[in-house]
Nanobody, 120 residues
């Protein structure tokens, strides 16, 4: 069984910073591409950033220059450093990962989400 658990969300003032973490656990052979998505009220879930197993990163245009995605393969963990936060960044942030299990089957998993609120 594979689980993804996010942490690090909370309330921050505009211009502030937060660091999100997502830990993958279970019967894992390898963790492949990992990413962060977000969903604001009344909007569809959208990609924020993604990172491959070799640490090649891609970002949505609305976070370029402000957010940084990284990973620690030894800990099966992905991070999202969020700087210069704006009220429009307010959303539930979800972790996503492609995981290869011990039977060499690759599946995609989602975390439960963590709330990020940017407000003065």
């Amino acid at each position: 069984q594979v689980q993804l658990v996010e942490s690090g969300g909370g309330l921050v003032q505009p211009g502030g910073s937060l660091r999100l973490s997502c830990v993958v656990s279970g019967n894992i052979l390898s963790v492949n591409t990992m990413g962060w998505y977000r969903q604001a009220p009344g909007k569809k879930r959208e990609l924020v950033a993604a990172i491959t197993s070799s640490s090649n990163a891609n970002y949505a245009d609305f976070v370029k220059g402000r957010f940084t995605i990284s990973r620690d393969n030894a800990k099966n963990t992905v991070y999202l450093q969020m700087n210069s936060l704006k009220p429009e960044d307010t959303a539930v942030y979800y972790c996503n990962a492609g995981v290869t299990n011990l039977y060499y089957i690759r599946e995609t998993y989602w975390g439960q989400g963590t709330q990020v609120t940017v407000s003065s």
